[in-house]
């Protein structure tokens, strides 16, 4: 039975975001055992983590599916062994209208306690749909966050918002996913976000600079009553868990307060 984290469960001080063995990608990039990663948590100072892999149905085809049963089994092993850690057991779901039935069905059973719901094949064709410039590229994937706000599976947390600008080929000064801009679907976003308790995260996957979502989002999103958002490295290794968590902390402390 899913039975997700309920909106008042403090997360301050847990890594909401970590990647393991069981994702792809966190794989081949050499992530650690798990075990190990329960220990570079704490050698960080942090006070717990959120186990987030992977389920994009569709993709990483070349890979076997996640063993769902090996998958408990091996997190619940290390939230037993590590007592001192606050440990809960996720998966990041992409997000994407064409299999989202399908992402629906696989993960409807299982005992998952947070779910980060992330448009990351916002695009076909992602390279053709930046060069048609900033304001066309950020507003497809925005409507791709909007349609999964009513996704068929439950979650707790939109992911990284703002994320094509990891990736978007514009000069930095061109780069911005800024509120003023993309008001009218952001707002919609901040709207649904509150009235449901859906979670925003602060993803820290961006070298370092606070725009996973802006300083200006997230203004807006806390003059509409929106709580203040979790921290997520999105670390695939563990050298990676807990990556500029002060710098975020202090970010989001100048704009929610304490
Ligand atoms: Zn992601
Ligand atoms: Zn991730």
């Known amino acids: 039975m899913t039975e997700l984290l309920p909106y008042s469960a403090d ?3 847990i890594d909401c975001h970590v990647h393991s063995r069981f994702s792809p990608d966190a794989k081949n990039a050499g992530a650690d055992a798990p075990a190990r990663i329960a220990q570079a948590v704490r050698d960080k100072g942090l006070r717990g983590f959120i186990v987030t892999d992977h389920i994009d149905v569709g993709h990483w085809r070349e890979f076997d599916p996640i063993d769902f049963d090996e998958y408990f089994k091996t997190w ?9 850690l606050t440990i809960y057991i996720g998966l990041e779901v ?5 299999t989202a039935e399908q992402s629906a069905e696989l993960i409807k059973d299982l005992p998952l306690e947070y779910v980060i719901n992330s448009a990351h094949y916002w695009a076909q064709g992602v390279r053709d749909i930046f060069s048609r410039g900033r304001l066309d590229a ?11 706000l009513d996704a068929p ?17 514009y000069d930095k000064s061109e780069r911005a996913m800024a509120y003023e801009l993309f008001k009218p679907k952001l707002d919609k ?17 961006a070298g370092g600079e606070m725009r996973l979502p ?13 709580a203040r958002p979790v921290i997520g490295s999105d670390a695939h290794v563990s050298s990676s868990i807990g990556q500029y968590f002060d710098k975020a902390e202090k970010f989001l402390t100048d704009i929610f307060g304490e």
């Not at 950020?138 to 999964?148: N, T």
């Not at 439950?154 to 080929?169: K, L, S, W």
């Open 11 to 13: 997360l301050r001080g």
């Open 76 to 84: 619940n092993r290390v939230r037993a062994d590590n007592p001192d």
């Open 94 to 98: 992409g997000f994407e209208m064409r």
């Open 138 to 148: 950020y507003s497809v994937y925005l409507d791709a966050v909007l349609a999964s």
């Open 153 to 169: 599976y439950p979650f707790t947390t939109i992911g990284h918002i703002g994320f094509p600008e990891r990736y978007a080929p």
């Open 189 to 205: 976003i901040i709207k649904t976000a509150v009235s449901r308790n859906i979670r925003i995260e602060e993803n820290t996957n």
């Open 214 to 226: 802006r300083a200006d989002f997230l203004q807006a999103y806390k003059a509409a009553g929106g």
